[in-house]
């Protein structure tokens, strides 16, 4: 059972889930044109401010797994927000 963030970060290494989608924008972007699917999702909460909440999604594209974190307050960032978007309403 998965107890937090860095756990599920380590879990999902051995998994090959190593590359950063969020490194950049550039990043995002290729990601975007690779046929991106979301395997799994995690929430976790990091402590009382809410600002501290993150969702990191397990996500394969073409040929590269990885994971992508995406605040769940009003400081997600709207590329992060808008892609995993879109990868939900394609299931």
């Known amino acids: 059972m998965i107890r937090d963030l860095a756990q599920f970060q380590e879990e999902a290494a051995e998994r090959g889930y190593t590359h950063d989608f969020g490194a950049s924008e550039k990043s995002l972007a290729e990601m975007a044109k690779a046929n991106p699917h979301i395997v799994s999702s995690a929430t976790f909460d990091l402590g009382t401010d809410p600002g501290d909440d993150v969702t990191v999604y397990l996500i394969e594209a073409d040929r590269e797994k990885g994971y992508l974190m995406v605040s769940d307050s009003?400081?997600?960032?709207?590329l992060k927000a808008a892609?995993?978007?879109?990868?939900l309403d394609s299931r």
Not at 83 to 87: A, F, G, R, S, V
């Open 74 to 78: 009003f400081h997600a960032d709207p």
């Open 83 to 87: 892609l995993i978007t879109k990868m």
